[in-house]
């Protein structure tokens, strides 16, 4: 014959089943926006380095027209 269980040690279990239950679905969010967080952060980043090499390379035609604009000259 199975022994009583303590009224209170069932009440804790389902205090605790029932937290668990609760805070599911603001966990389950918060991961989906932390997730969407670090998407964009990886687009900003990639807009970034986008732009830098850009400018690396607006930097790399200038001073090559400018190369040859003083070579030019000096001919």
Known sequence: MPEPVNAQI????LVANTSVLG???A?????TLEAAAYSISLVMLNAVSNQYAAS????ASVVS????ILK????
């Open 10 to 13: 069932i009440d804790s279990v």
């Open 23 to 25: 805070n599911a679905p």
């Open 27 to 31: 966990e389950s969010q918060s991961v």
């Open 56 to 59: 690396q390379i607006a930097n």
């Open 65 to 68: 027209t400018c190369t040859g």
């Open 72 to 75: 030019a000259g000096a001919s």
